[in-house]
């Protein structure tokens, strides 16, 4: 437990001081406010670039819940390449510093270090999400105010897609601790995250992959009402057997890794 | 207090330690020696539970290593040959950071991290991020990080290498504080010098084997041979292997018109050696003993294993 608590606080530390935080945060709130703005003048910019004379903005309608489909999208593909490079060094990197010789040497419990780094950005990231989403639904709402999203719908997204991140972060970690270089993890974290939802269109375990949640966002969010396509929490079940596993994983190889 | 038996490590092929077996007694500062690459760093890094070990016995305060990793580690205290800090932090943070990961309650945290930052002259500097601290400096912070837990056993692997001279001599006075209090210091160390002002045993490492062991005034009193230095007054061509044809000289080392008669038997060297130099058409000028020191030994332990 002295270990978690150290590591909890040092991580926070490092988040802020090495501008993870920062990073992570900034990408998830700029796109939280330009992606409205962005839909907002699509019509006007593609109406410059071919000269056509038609009102676009009767043939391109965006609503709000369009708007915040189009920030899961983007949050989903930039937003987690983002953050998969902001923590692929989060175990590796401090590994091959040799950062663990002074914790190890004092008897740090390794399972102290990988929960205390997965708590950290599980609980930072959920809330940049929070915020994120916040904000789009605002601007979204501002912007186009013909429809809107039920909030609780949102509620539901940021919560889901906080699952679907936490999963990943717990990937990154178990893969930067398998990994001697920090870009291996990196890239490797890229690889099974994009490719984990074609699993799901070439074997029936569409439900059981994290994805699924990101699926079942999109769904609610077009509809405007929380009903999914099966029972979802059997996918956070899954997911919350996942992360259990990564992270034992990463503690077992971080007690088998030799690092001094 | 630290017992090794038998112990063996290797990389591949590469065997780094080749059954080692020493006895370390409480309270004593045991200097470890040897060239780069001799098995030193290993068999620090197994003595702080850093690497496993092949086979062998790992024995601290009479509880096994592999069983008992985390218990051991309480009570001990390890200041690596190149310490690494997280950057972003201070010395004070840092000592904190130390302090939660050992369970310390924040008042003792604080006490213990003032009082520690003054021993080791880094008072002014605790705010100042590590990142930006020189290498005598990190140096500093490490040892005050290696005995944060009050460590019964201490492990330091050239704790001095990279400091300056008032550096060096700050980090051997601490070392002699620790001494009095009762802590058995376990040095690495390539400045020999060092070992003889703290050390009471010491172990020469060479190619993983154990080359010579035991209290440093017994191998002074075994191993240390007289040095004679004879100057010429003229050229001291073809002296020096006239001389090394007797059997009690082994080695000769010239400069100048200066030689440096390394000897074998020191009685013998006592009553011929003068006589020996006299009968050359060369006047001395001066003849002087000197008593070799511990750098003497240690090459010849080394130089006789190759």
Known sequence: ?????????????????????????????????????????????????????????????????????????????????????????????????????????????????????????????????????MINYYYAGVLFPDSFINFRVVLVVVGLSSIYFIFNISLIILLSSVFKKGIWAGMSSIGIIFLLPLLGKILPIKRYLPSYLIDQCNKILALNNITFDYNVLTTILGITIYVIILNVTSIWVMNGKEIA | MIELKELYKKYGSHIVLNGISLDVKKGSVFGFLGHNGAGKSTTMNILTGLINYDSGIVRINGKDMKSNKNEIMKNVGYLPETPKFYPYMNAYEYLSFIGNLSGYSKKEIRNRSKELLKQVKLESAEKRRIGGYSRGMKQRLG????????????????????????????????????????????????????????????????????????????????????????????????????????????????????????????????????????????????????????????????????
């Open chain 1, 1 to 133: 437990m002295n270990s978690f608590k150290a590591y909890l606080l040092k991580e926070f530390k490092e988040g802020i001081r090495s501008y993870k935080f920062l990073i992570i945060g900034v990408a998830i709130i700029i796109f939280a406010i330009l992606d409205p703005i962005m839909l907002k003048l699509l019509p006007r910019i593609l109406a410059s670039q071919s000269n056509i004379a038609l009102p676009l903005d009767e043939f391109i309608k965006v609503s709000q819940g369009a708007a915040l489909q189009n920030y899961l999208k983007d949050i989903n593909q930039i937003i987690n390449i983002v953050i998969i490079f902001s923590l692929m060094g989060i175990l590796s990197d401090e590994a091959k510093e040799k950062m663990l010789v002074f914790p190890y040497s004092k008897g740090a419990s390794k399972a102290g270090i990988v929960l205390g780094k997965f708590t950290n950005y599980a609980i930072a990231i959920s809330v940049f999400l929070t915020f994120g989403f």
């Open chain 2, 143 to 306: 040892l005050a990080v290696s005995i944060f837990n009050k460590p019964e056993i201490l492990f330091l692997d050239e704790p001095s290498s990279a400091l300056d001279p008032e550096g060096r001599r700050e980090i051997i006075e601490i070392i002699q504080n620790l001494k009095k209090q009762d802590i058995t210091v376990f040095l690495s160390t390539h400045i020999l010098n060092d070992v003889e002002r703290v050390c009471d045993e010491v172990v020469i490492l060479n190619d993983g084997e154990i080359a010579l062991q035991g209290k440093l005034n017994k191998i002074k009193e075994d191993y240390i041979l007289p040095v004679y230095d004879i100057e010429f007054e003229n050229s001291i061509e073809n002296i020096k292997e006239l001389l090394l044809k007797e059997s009690w000289i082994y080695n000769i080392h010239e400069k100048n018109k200066l030689i440096s008669v390394y000897v074998k038997d020191r009685d013998t060297a006592k009553k011929q050696l003068l006589k020996l130099v006299s009968r050359f058409d060369n006047p001395v000028t001066s003849y002087s003993m000197r008593k070799s020191n511990l750098e003497d030994i240690f090459l010849r332990v080394v130089n006789k294993n190759e």
